[in-house]
């Protein structure tokens, strides 16, 4: 009689296509409460808005300035290329980012120092979404390409 009611305790928890066992219910159970959680937890998101800066020195002057914007769409974000005349000493921290609505700031510290003219790549991460960037007074609409 023990081996009866050990089999029908085995049947229970199997995983069979009959019935799907009580093994089955309980990881399809916890799946839902995991998704259930992860939903929640995302839907939560606070605004933000993170920035790379890479930078390189291409003239010792500003007198060949291009005037070009240009923008690439990818998952993590948006990148942005443009040349501006900034400090001969100019670093990373001189740079901030910050959020007004849906317009994403960026703005230069400009110190009366010598002028050079660098190469600018500025990958921004922002929650929510935003329509605007708005470079050190000069504002531009982000609108992703329909290919």
Known sequence: MSAQKQN?????????PKGGGLKGEVIKAGMVLLLAVITITACNR??????KLKFE?????????NPYFRMVSNFAGERYEFEKCLPENFSKEQMKTSRQGDTV???FES?????VLYKMTVDIDSYPKYNFITIDGETYIVMSSKD
Not at 10 to 15: D, L, N, P, Q
């Open 111 to 115: 110190r009366t120092a010598k002028q």
């Open 8 to 16: 029908r305790n085995t049947e229970a928890w199997s995983s069979s």
């Open 46 to 51: 606070k605004p933000f808005v993170n920035h």
């Open 105 to 107: 700031l960026i703005q």
């Open 57 to 65: 020195k291409i003239s010792d002057d500003c007198k060949n300035l």
